[in-house]
């Protein structure tokens, strides 16, 4: 697991309480993730889905994919 900085582009519901989240870093730069529970109930996570945000990611990566 890795911690990077970067800005959130933009957000999309995937499912009831999960989003799908695009993200531009300057050590990946442009990638696609999940946030899981990011719209649960009491989730302080859901405040911080706003576009151009600087947030803190933390990323699992499988190890072999580019």
Not at 33 to 59: H, N, Q, V
Request: glycine share 10%.
């Amino acid at each position: 697991m890795e911690t990077v900085k970067g800005f959130l582009l933009g957000v999309s519901r995937f499912s009831e309480s999960s989003a799908v989240v695009s993200v531009f870093s300057d050590k990946y730069g442009r990638f696609t993730g999940i946030a899981k529970g990011a719209y649960r109930k009491g989730s302080s996570f859901a405040a911080a889905l706003e576009p151009f945000a600087l947030c803190e990611f933390t990323l699992s990566m499988r190890k072999n994919r580019e």
